[in-house]
């Protein structure tokens, strides 16, 4: 399956492609956002989630940390770039809105899994008493969120077998 979300469009320039959103930017400009043109999602997003990783990452080691996990808040992609300094956000709130429906719905429901563990393990963490009990949670929820962030990434990045192929061939 391929997720390409950018078509070629008659003078060389590329928008992306979806239900009747027409044109957004250019690949140029979406590449210089850092907003993959192929897919019209930017990697600047996951930092949301890496965030809660590293807090989670920390709970054993330093246990007073679950307080400052518990601050995390789950935004969505637009809420996420409206709170951010990302230069070109309303270019890439744009460009998300404007993604194929088949890329956004597979983005979507990744992103839907990650923030319901995140927020099941917050709630579960305001509840128990033990640190260790914390320790344990945190460490379970950043084995399951961390491969879920790549996989995330991959669908930014449109990894598809095409462009797996061709990474591997190119080193």
Not at 33 to 42: F, H, S, V
Not at 64 to 71: G, I, P, T, V
Not at 120 to 148: F, I, N, S, Y
Not at 149 to 169: F, L, P
Request: charged share 20%; with cysteine; hydrophobic share 45%.
């Amino acid at each position: 399956m391929t997720l390409t979300a950018i078509q070629p469009a008659q003078h060389d320039h590329h928008d992306l492609a979806s239900a009747g959103a027409g044109p957004v930017a250019s690949a140029a400009e979406l590449m210089a956002a850092n907003i993959n043109p192929r897919t019209g999602l930017a990697t600047d997003y996951l930092n949301h989630f890496n965030e809660a990783i590293m807090l989670l990452e920390l709970i054993p080691d330093m246990p007073d940390c679950y307080e400052l996990f518990l601050e995390w808040q789950p935004l969505s992609y637009a809420e996420h770039f409206i709170k951010s300094n990302f230069k070109a956000r309303d270019l890439a709130i744009a460009s998300y809105e404007a993604a194929r429906p088949a890329i956004r719905a597979e983005f979507d429901a990744l992103v839907a899994n990650m923030t319901q563990i995140l927020t099941t393990v917050g709630e579960a963490m305001r509840t128990v008493q033990q640190d260790r009990t914390r320790a344990m949670l945190a460490e379970q929820a950043a084995g399951w969120v961390k491969p879920m962030v790549g996989t995330a990434g991959g669908i930014i990045n449109g990894r598809d077998q095409e462009s797996d192929v061709d990474s591997i061939m190119a080193q």
